[in-house]
């Protein structure tokens, strides 16, 4: 079994209030534009086992593929 990753284990520790709480907070600050935050959280939390590598070669073109680490953190 691949080592899992603390972030992973929070966003599917979460219940669908919380989630939606945080997706709600998240867009406040962006007020109706794409948010990377967002994007990256339904990203890790559609996968059934976290793989990093995965990720970053979805967002390898993208701004949050330039700062995986800082947006992830």
């Given at each position: 079994?691949?080592?899992?990753?603390?972030?992973?284990?929070?966003?599917?520790?979460?219940?669908?209030?919380e989630k939606q709480r945080f997706k709600s907070r998240s867009y406040q600050w962006t007020r109706g534009h794409?948010?990377?935050?967002?994007?990256?959280f339904d990203a890790i939390g559609r996968q059934k086992q976290y793989d990093e590598a995965k990720l970053k070669?979805?967002?390898?073109?993208?701004?949050?593929?330039?700062?995986?680490?800082?947006k992830k953190n």
């Amino acid at each position: 079994m691949a080592a899992l990753d603390p972030l992973w284990e929070l966003i599917h520790s979460l219940n669908f209030a919380e989630k939606q709480r945080f997706k709600s907070r998240s867009y406040q600050w962006t007020r109706g534009h794409y948010n990377q935050n967002v994007d990256l959280f339904d990203a890790i939390g559609r996968q059934k086992q976290y793989d990093e590598a995965k990720l970053k070669g979805k967002y390898k073109d993208h701004a949050i593929g330039k700062r995986f680490r800082q947006k992830k953190n």
